[in-house]
């Protein structure tokens, strides 16, 4: 893959750093936070110190908790209007993963394992019990993972754009992702013209050190083969998949992971009985790059959370 269509992949990836914040979007100001409602009685956006590192996050709107995961090489801002629309009933906690946004790239391999970790301590952090997760691409791989190693913080489960093997994207997007650690060099400088480093530059703390820290882990990490079916049968969650028609994630896959979880392996019947507790979504229209900001995904989400 040469460096033009890197290039291209990348910024299509992270193409939240083209959208504009929310209006209620929390940023670090002089007056410093202010108490939110929830049982810990946090401040509504800041670092909190989860599994031994500091993870940034913020509280929009109030209601039963959500905890929203961004994508690779994006941030709580990339969901823009889906984020706007979820607060509107829901306490949104926006997360930012490791390297990500305003959260430090640390000193530890990117994993999923470890990501989830984070976010498990974080729901507890906040006093939560248990709390609604949705995620998208990388994020909802995290997601995937924490409702496998932490079930007990998870109520519901929306998974959007994710797949639960590495196979599930398309050979295009595979190659893409095991290139960035072909030419690491070529990577973290030709990414430096992308719109997602305008957007990490201006969120990121210590950015210009950060950067080459940050890239180089999600080299060593994207690219890596895995494969989860083995344990999707046992997540206890009910469970939303949500992909669009043109998605990184292949169709064929998108179906295999919703039969994994018990569904559209019967007919439902006449009154819906023969339904489990699960679903899958495939919109119109939509592909890996928009996905995380169509309104359809927030709508499709509220419907099924409740």
Request: overall charge negative; aromatic content about 10%.
């Amino acid at each position: 893959m040469n460096r033009r269509d890197l290039i291209a992949t990348a910024i299509a990836t992270a193409a939240a750093a083209a959208l504009p914040k929310t209006a209620n979007a929390a940023t670090n100001t002089s007056e410093g936070p202010t108490a939110m409602t929830n049982p810990a009685n946090r401040p509504e956006f800041g670092y909190a110190p989860v599994n031994g590192v500091e993870i940034y996050y913020e509280l929009h709107g109030s209601g039963k908790p959500l905890v929203l995961l961004h994508g690779g090489l994006g941030s709580i801002e990339m969901f823009g209007p889906v984020l706007a629309a979820l607060a509107e009933s829901r306490q949104v906690i926006g997360v930012d993963l490791q390297g990500h946004g305003r959260t430090r790239p640390f000193d530890r391999p990117m994993s999923f394992e470890a990501f989830a970790t984070d976010v498990a301590e974080l729901i507890t952090w906040l006093g939560y019990d248990k709390a609604d997760v949705m995620g998208y691409s990388m994020g909802g791989d995290t997601a995937l993972r924490l409702a496998i190693d932490h079930p007990q913080v998870v109520d519901k489960l929306v998974l959007a754009s994710c797949v639960y093997a590495f196979s599930g994207w398309h050979d295009y997007n595979q190659q893409s992702m095991k290139s960035m650690a072909a030419n690491l060099t070529a990577t973290i400088e030709g990414m430096k013209q992308s719109p997602m480093y305008a957007s990490y530059v201006q969120l990121m703390p210590d950015a210009e050190a950060n950067w080459p820290r940050t890239v180089s882990q999600m080299a060593a990490f994207v690219g890596q083969d895995f494969d989860w079916s083995a344990e999707i049968a046992g997540i206890k969650s009910p469970t939303l998949l949500a992909v669009g028609d043109w998605d990184s994630v292949r169709t064929s896959h998108a179906t295999s992971f919703f039969e994994l979880l018990g569904g559209g392996k019967q007919d439902a019947g006449w009154d819906g009985s023969g339904m489990n507790a699960n679903r899958l979504a495939i919109i119109p229209g939509v592909t890996h790059y928009s996905m995380f900001m169509d309104p359809r995904l927030a709508s499709t989400a509220l419907g099924f959370l409740g």
